[in-house]
């Protein structure tokens, strides 16, 4: 893959190893250092995603007109700059829940934005040919970081206090930008936009080109709900094992720490599974797949019993998600322009976000009139028929054109297929 690829990597290894490291820190924090009640640990883990990919809107179009590497970099000491205003806050003794409200809404954009940005570059600096194989590296790296990241950081917490791993991230970020500098090299000049500031247009171009896309409106479709009934039922499914089914907190984390192997799994398998099958088959076969197992946590049981009907369930979620995970990105940066590709990055980051935030309020509501279980269920069966959002086989009879071999269009919309 090259000495430049290498480099982006790297980068992104450390900062999601970093991330992972500080799997939940805020609200830990919260509780253990501010003594925080239920509602305000509610608050904190709702508003800074939500705020945040509220504020990432306009940012899409900024980064379209920009080169790339540069705004990757910035985001990264953004991102740096604002965790280290954590522990400098706690040693001077003005650490409050504000504070980190603040710092979780500006990492939350800053996030959007880098990966809005990261993408655009990927597709720059990688053969079309070798997008996917780039893409299941990245899946691999992120699902190792999320098996050895959370219980390694709950070590350090144990041991040097819940500070340690804001420190150890905002660290990871600096480590990150460095290795983006160090990616050397040229980049494609950003097209020019023609004014000086920001067109109301740049705003809707990214969530145009999802909506009246006939590959990516249903993809978007599906993803944002999925992945908003998934997180919607992750609290609830915390609140059912450790409260009345009585799980300690040890086997709760094991419950979910080991099927993450399913995804390197399926990272692994992608690749191959594309050059057989082709990538459309794939990426249908399991983007519905992984619906298959959503009922599976609703009849979760004391004991072991339960603990192994959470375990298959979410390792085979895993597996099926990593493989699609990987293949998506390449669908999706296969059926968007280049001059295209930041803001709608941006706008299906922003609207998956939005959709988990809206559906995770929505069915913690549920919850409180119906019951926790009955939630998780209800989240299951509307689970099983996210299938019917995606495309449909015969929606295509021939493979559109590579983004490669399509200039860009002079008003910045998609070329006509």
């Not at 306009?58 to 954590?86: I, N, T």
């Not at 603040?102 to 990688?126: E, H, P, Q, R, W």
């Amino acid at each position: 893959m090259g000495r430049r690829f290498g480099w982006l990597w790297a980068a992104y290894s450390v900062s999601v190893l970093g991330t992972w490291l500080a799997f939940d820190a805020f609200p830990l924090i919260a509780v253990l250092v501010l003594h925080a009640s239920a509602a305000q640990v509610a608050l904190l883990a709702a508003t800074g995603p939500a705020v945040g990919a509220v504020l990432a809107v306009p940012l899409g179009p900024w980064v379209e007109f920009r080169r790339k590497r540069p705004v990757m970099a910035g985001m990264d000491l953004v991102r740096c700059a604002a965790l280290l205003s954590v522990p400098a806050a706690y040693l001077l003794g003005a650490l409050g829940i504000g504070q980190l409200i603040a710092v979780s809404v500006v990492v939350a954009a800053a996030d959007i934005t880098f990966n809005a940005a990261s993408g655009a570059f990927l597709k720059s600096l990688v053969p079309r040919d070798r997008l996917l194989t780039a893409n299941a590296r990245f899946e691999s790296t992120m699902w190792t970081a999320t098996v050895l990241g959370p219980p390694l950081g709950g070590a350090a917490i144990g041991v040097l206090g819940p500070i340690t791993t804001v420190v150890a991230n905002a660290a990871s970020f600096l480590l990150s930008a460095l290795g983006i500098r160090a990616v050397g090299g040229g980049e494609p000049a950003p097209r020019d936009r023609g004014a000086a500031r920001p067109r109301a247009a740049d705003l809707l171009d990214g969530w145009r080109h999802i909506l009246t896309s006939p590959e990516l409106r249903p993809l978007f479709l599906n993803v944002a709900l999925v992945n908003g009934l998934i997180m919607a039922t992750a609290p609830l499914l915390a609140v059912l094992m450790l409260g009345p089914l009585g799980f300690p907190p040890w086997e709760y984390g094991l419950a979910f720490a080991v099927p993450c192997l399913g995804g390197l799994v399926g990272s692994r398998l992608a690749r191959p599974l594309v050059a057989r099958h082709g990538q459309r088959r794939v990426l249908l076969a399991f983007g519905a797949l992984r619906a298959a197992w959503s009922l599976g946590p609703a009849f979760v049981r004391p004991g072991l019993p339960g603990l192994l009907i959470v375990m298959v369930t979410e390792f085979g979620l895993i597996l099926c998600a990593g493989v699609f995970n990987p293949v998506l990105a390449t669908h999706r940066l296969d059926h968007t322009p280049d001059d295209l590709t930041a803001r709608t990055l941006s706008a299906w980051s922003v609207g998956t976000k939005a959709s988990i935030a809206a559906l995770t309020a929505l069915w913690g509501a549920l919850a409180a009139l119906a019951g926790t279980r009955t939630a998780i269920a209800a989240a299951g069966v509307l689970l099983l028929v996210t299938p019917a959002l995606l495309p449909r086989a015969a929606d295509r009879a021939t493979a559109p054109p590579s983004p490669a071999t399509v200039p860009p269009s002079p008003d910045g919309s998609p070329p006509s297929r």
